[in-house]
């Protein structure tokens, strides 16, 4: 298995802020994904990043709202931009050290006032 | 885009009670996961699902895998106050590296 860290684990942003969400893994993993759960909702793929490469982004998620970065393979950050209430949201971090099955980090939940 | 719906929303019922719930994908999978999540916690990966037809068990789980790859269930023979939160399927189609797409979710209410 895999443990996976993340931080802040919530935050209170003002509207037009920007947030950064950190993801710690304790081994090297190739894939990260990044998602987005709405409190009562199921989980939305926002992207997956890969060491060394662009990230990928899901239909309706944009590099500038959602800047992704992955220097190395145990760590991701996520970049929540010019937030507005709607991007108020659990923002979870998972990775997939065995292909299939993925392991996910204790989220961060956002509120935007 | 691909689409996996799950019913019921939710279900409540006696501990003791059996509780089911279906997963329907829009499009053919190459497998299906199950994931839990407790009430203030992060999905938890119970099980994997690969070929037609399969079906497989872990106590008082069972985890049933369509003929067509595009639909599964998970039944919970007696439940137990444990078996609380929502439980989600997730699909894999064939040469999208990993990625998941997660149902819609059934949140489990028991109670005693």
């Known amino acids: 298995s895999a443990v996976i860290s993340q931080k802040p684990s919530r935050d209170i942003c003002q509207r037009g802020t920007s947030l950064t969400i950190q993801c710690q893994v304790d081994?090297?993993?190739?894939?990260m994904f990044w998602y987005r759960q709405q409190p009562g909702q199921s989980l939305t793929l926002i992207a997956t990043?890969?060491?060394?490469?662009?990230?990928?982004?899901e239909s309706g998620f944009v590099i500038d709202k959602f800047p992704i970065s992955r220097p190395n393979l145990t760590f991701s950050t996520l970049t929540v931009s010019n937030m507005s209430p709607e991007d108020s949201s659990i923002y979870l971090c998972?990775?997939?050290?065995?292909?299939?099955?993925?392991?996910f980090g204790p989220g961060t939940r956002l509120t935007v006032t | 885009g691909q689409q996996v719906m799950q019913i019921p929303q939710y279900q409540h019922v006696q501990e003791g009670e059996d509780f089911t719930t279906y997963c329907n994908s829009s499009?053919?999978?190459?497998?299906i996961q199950w994931y839990k999540q407790r009430p203030g916690g992060h999905p938890v990966f119970l099980i994997q699902?690969?070929?037609?037809?399969e079906v497989k068990k872990q106590k008082r789980l069972t985890f049933q895998f369509g003929e067509a790859k595009k639909n599964s269930s998970l039944h919970i023979t007696a439940t137990q106050t444990t078996d609380v939160g929502t439980y989600f399927c997730?699909?894999?189609?064939?040469?999208?590296?990993?990625?998941?797409?997660f149902g819609t979710g059934t949140r489990l209410q028991v109670t005693l």
């Open positions: 998972s990775v997939g050290p065995f292909s299939y099955e993925q392991y």
């Open positions: 081994s090297q993993v190739t894939m």
């Open positions: 990043a890969n060491q060394g490469s662009e990230a990928t982004y």
């Open positions: 499009t053919t999978l190459s497998n």
């Open positions: 699902l690969v070929k037609s037809g």
């Open positions: 997730a699909g894999q189609v064939d040469g999208t590296a990993s990625k998941l797409t």
